[in-house]
């Protein structure tokens, strides 16, 4: 590990202003990903602006019925709050399926966001990776690449988003709300993560200097019709192969509305709303269920490894969607 500095703000303009002053700096959270980065030599700030003395640890009302996650507060206080788990389950369950009890007391919101991927190439310094060095090339395209994507690829990165929380933000359509040297701006999740593209050293839209102050959740929760399906290789403490979102309003037995996120398939959390809106007026049904899982993926690409996801991928959103209507017990 290389020597870095360390200052921590209790205040978030003075934050601001650290990270702004020092270029190479980076902000640390609960250090979950960014310090096995660092022992890794993967990231190498010569500073940490360590933020967790700043005031955004509460979750409280929004004006519009919603609710305000602050960036600091735990995964776990997140799961366990007890608005969460009424209002929103979709999400408590998604991150309940994430890492381990452990890592869930030290991870926090803002840092989920901005968890990086888990491609064996970027965490291996001895091999080449766009992500990590821009132009070195892909080590995943023709190397292992069973966890890879298998939509919204590059020619130049195949990774995954890793993160289990943010495919439950995408279904419920959360908006990021950042701090910056230009002021306050708010990011829709959609927007919030990027496909790889040509720079896919860039995860996110997020600017330099700018931090993480909160996660809005609108007024709309879908608790009672929801379900967060993770399949991967160990029952626990395993990043998911693919997992599905899913959120439904139902009147009887028809859909009135439809929500459906993919994990584990693509550089960002995956949704198309022209799919979901197949379903509406529709009866919850398999047979219903089995041209959306087709269309969700359309134009899906396997490489040597990875080709069984897409498969298991349209299985798994037939299964979520009958799930979430209470057509089949979750498991
Ligand atoms: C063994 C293991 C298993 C795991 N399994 C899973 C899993 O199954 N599912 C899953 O979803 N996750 C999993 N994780 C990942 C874990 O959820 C993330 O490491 C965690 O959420 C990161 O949060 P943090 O607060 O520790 O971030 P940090 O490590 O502190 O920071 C991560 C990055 O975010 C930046 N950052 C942090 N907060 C802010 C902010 N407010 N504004 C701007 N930038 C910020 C930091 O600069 C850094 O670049 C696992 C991790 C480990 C180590
Ligand atoms: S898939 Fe992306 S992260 Fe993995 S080696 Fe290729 S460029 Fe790097």
Redesign the pocket.
Known sequence: MNSFSYARPDDVAVALDDLTAHTGA????????????MKENV?R?NR??D?NR?P?SSITDTEDGGLRLG??V??ADTAYHEQVEKRYPLLSQ??L????PQ??N???????????T?CYYFYDTAMPCNKRQPGSGCGAINGHNRIHAILGTSTSCIATN?????VALRALDAVIR?SGPSGERTIPIADFHRLPGEEPQFDNT?QPG????AIDLPAKGFSDYHTYL?L?DRAS????LVSVAVALDMDGDQITDARIAL?GVAHKPWRKSEVEAMLIGKPATKANFQPVAEALVEGARGYEHNTFKIELVKRAIVRALGQAAKLEPTA
Request: hydrophobic residues 50%; proline residues 3%; aromatic residues 6%.
């Open positions: 980076k902000f640390i959270a609960g250090g979950t990903n960014l310090l096995d980065l990231e700030p940490l602006v933020i700043l955004l960036a600091l735990t995964n998604a991150i399926a994430g890492a381990s890592l869930r030290m991870a926090t919101n803002g840092g989920n966001l901005f968890q990086r888990r890793p993160s289990d929380m943010c950042v997020v700018e931090l993480v102050v993770k991967r403490y395993a990043f998911a994990g």
